[in-house]
Each structure stands twice: as C-alpha cells, then as structure tokens.
C-alpha cells in the first residue's frame, strides 16, 4: 500500500511564479519528512525536511509546511526559477535507519 | 569526493536471463540502501545494508533477487532469472549513519541509477 502520496503528476508554473507542490501520507508514525529533486538521468537529491515536530522549514527559496492534523505537506518554491525543472519526490521516514517511502513524484515545469 | 556510482547505468536482457548491478557507495559510508523505481511510479525501498550486514530486506520483491555486500564496501544486486516486471530504474544510496537522516545534518545520496529494461 501507497503510504505517501503526491497525486499531481505534473504542474506547470511561470517562472517568477510560486509552485506549490502538495504531499498526503496515511502512516500518523511518521516522524520526518524530506524533499528530494531530480533531474533526468540522474538520481534523488536531497532539498529540504522537515521533523513532525515543527509545522514550517524554509530554506531559501523553498519553504516545507507540514500540516500533521491533516497528514499534509506542501513544499513552496518561491520564487520559480527554470532550473527548478525537475521531478520532485515527497518522502516520509519512521525511523533512523532511512527506509523512506516516497511519492510518486511531481513534475515540475517553469516556463520563462 | 566521488558520489555513489552504479554499473550500468543501462542494461537490456531478455527475460529469463540474469543481470547484476553494481554500487559503490560513497567512502565511509556503512549504510548503503537500494531503491527501485518502476514505470514512473514511486521510489521503493528494497533492502538496507549496514556494513556487510542486512539492516532490512523487507521491501525486496521476490526471492529472485539476491543481494550481497562483501566486505561492507560495494554493492551487488542480482536478479535471476529476470521477468518483464523487473523492468525499472535501480538507485542505490548510502549515508554515513542512518541517525544523520533525523539529525538533518545528512541525507541519503543517490547514485544515477542503473536502468534494467526486459525484454
């Protein structure tokens, strides 16, 4: 079973603009959250995260919210560039030992 | 610092037939972590080495897959004998303690993936 789900395939925003990609779980034992962006051909990096102790994470132009209550995160790309074209993965993990379960991805497009 | 790196980084091969993938993790790395994604679908965990031990196999599909960590350095997963469904992109991660990950001081670094079509 799908415990992460992100259930836009795709969005497309003007750059400039703000994206917002949005992420469900169903596991309440979730303790951390994580960003991940990837680029064709290559593998997952890491972009931002977030403890389920907080509700806010920003990083630069990112912004991670975590709406525990509603077992909803949203990541905030202000403001879009064209090198944020990429697929981005929500993961979720609850324990150390780094078994994420991730989404399916978002693919995000920034048109000029 | 070389990054993890995986061989091949695409392989094609009739079903039936065997395929092993290679990863070297990052050096210093204990944890070395493998990951498939198919059809576009999620990232899904497949087994989790600590050094040479398995941390966690839990995610690997079937017994056709078997995957070794000799002298907690590389990574090898076979898959024997390949089915279609097998088709997929195979990461391979490491991290230096699964801790760092909670910490927020470290995450999980991926290889490029190692792309197994079957035919």
């Known amino acids: 079973d799908q415990q992460v789900k992100q259930n836009s395939p795709s969005l497309s925003v003007q750059e400039g603009r703000i994206s917002i990609l949005n992420c469900d779980y169903t596991n309440s034992m979730f303790d951390y959250f994580l960003w991940y962006k990837k680029y064709p051909a290559e593998g997952p990096t890491f972009l931002i995260s977030i403890s389920s102790i907080k509700d806010k994470n920003e990083d630069g132009r990112f912004t991670v919210f975590l709406n525990k209550s509603a077992k909803h995160l949203s990541l905030h790309i202000v403001p879009s560039q064209p090198g944020d074209s990429a697929v981005y993965f929500c993961a979720a993990i609850k324990d150390s030992w780094g078994k994420l379960q991730f989404g399916a991805g978002t693919q995000v497009v920034v048109t000029p | 610092e070389a990054g993890v790196t995986q061989f091949p980084s695409h392989s094609v091969i009739e079903k039936g037939q065997t395929v092993t993938l290679r990863c070297d993790p990052i050096s210093g790395h204990d944890n070395l972590y493998w990951y498939r994604r198919v059809m576009g679908k999620e990232i899904k965990f497949l087994l989790h080495?600590?050094?040479?031990?398995?941390?966690?196999e839990s995610g690997m599909p079937n017994n056709r897959f078997l995957a070794e960590r000799t002298g907690g350095t590389y990574s090898t997963l076979k898959v024997q004998p390949a089915e279609l469904e097998d088709s997929g992109v195979y990461f391979c991660a490491s991290s230096q303690e699964g801790l760092a990950l909670l910490r927020g001081t470290g995450e999980l670094f991926f290889g490029e993936g190692s792309r197994l079509t079957v035919l």
């Open positions: 080495f600590v050094k040479e031990s398995k941390q966690d």
